[in-house]
């Protein structure tokens, strides 16, 4: 079964920082990787996906997402971060050809303005 | 844009009630799913359907919980009884035939157990 680790629990921010968030997996077979976010009071929705291709992916409001087979890490970056990026944060993995994902314990992200 | 439909959006019940969720996954998808997400953590699979069929409640409390997709359209989650520590966010997604892992989540229903 596979499992997914995110670092950092909580992180805090100021405007205009550069953010990165660490996630690394679990599995010995080829997955589908994904970060969600949960704005607050909101249900959760898709950041940011990487099915195969360029390992660099990118997703909405800036966001993107590096895939390293090799560490298999999925880590989620953004240059420059806005006081409405204040979100809960999740890295999630789906076993290629399975159904289902399999989430991480989410990253609570508050920027300060 | 199709959404996931839940209800109710907010539940308080006395420990040892019953409590019952429902879900509409967005039209045509095949698969849908029940989550937990306890405070502070990520959500967890409780039950997966394909269609009207149960594929995995491996992580299901089956003693007090039971789900359902009797016509393969819309679900119910129940609890009962409940305990203090089923507390949480359930939370129902759908996904359609492609099989990729991408799920489209509901806002949840949030349970309080007093």
């Known amino acids: 079964a596979q499992s997914v680790s995110q670092h950092n629990h909580h992180v805090i921010l100021s405007e205009a920082a550069s953010l990165e968030l660490g996630c690394n997996y679990s599995?010995?077979?080829?997955?589908?990787l994904f970060w969600y976010v949960q704005y607050p009071g909101q249900h959760l929705q898709l950041l940011l996906k990487?099915?195969?291709?360029?390992?660099l992916v990118k997703g909405i409001k800036g966001f993107e997402a590096e895939f390293i087979k090799s560490k298999f890490s999925f880590n989620l970056r953004k240059p420059s971060v806005q006081w409405s990026d204040t979100a809960e944060y999740f890295c999630?993995?789906?076993?290629?050809?399975?159904?289902?994902?399999?989430f991480g314990k989410g990253t609570h992200l508050i920027i300060q303005p | 844009e199709a959404e996931v439909a839940q209800s109710p959006r907010y539940k308080i019940t006395e420990k040892s009630q019953a409590v019952a969720f429902w879900c509409d996954p967005i039209?045509?998808?095949?698969?849908l799913y029940w989550y937990r997400q306890i405070l502070g953590q990520g959500p967890e699979l409780l039950v997966q359907?394909?269609?009207?069929?149960?594929?995995?409640d491996s992580q299901l409390p089956k003693d007090r919980f039971s789900a359902e997709r009797l016509k393969g359209v819309d679900s119910t989650l129940k609890i009962q009884p409940a305990e203090l520590g089923d507390s949480a966010m359930y939370l129902c997604?759908?996904?359609?035939?492609?099989?990729?892992?991408?799920?489209?989540f509901g806002e949840g229903s949030r349970l309080t157990v007093l």
């Open positions: 039209s045509g998808h095949a698969t």
């Open positions: 997604a759908s996904s359609g035939r492609t099989n990729t892992g991408e799920l489209f």
């Open positions: 599995y010995g077979g080829t997955v589908n």
């Open positions: 990487y099915f195969s291709g360029d390992p």
């Open positions: 359907f394909q269609d009207e069929s149960v594929v995995d």
């Open positions: 999630a993995v789906n076993a290629r050809g399975a159904d289902g994902l399999t």
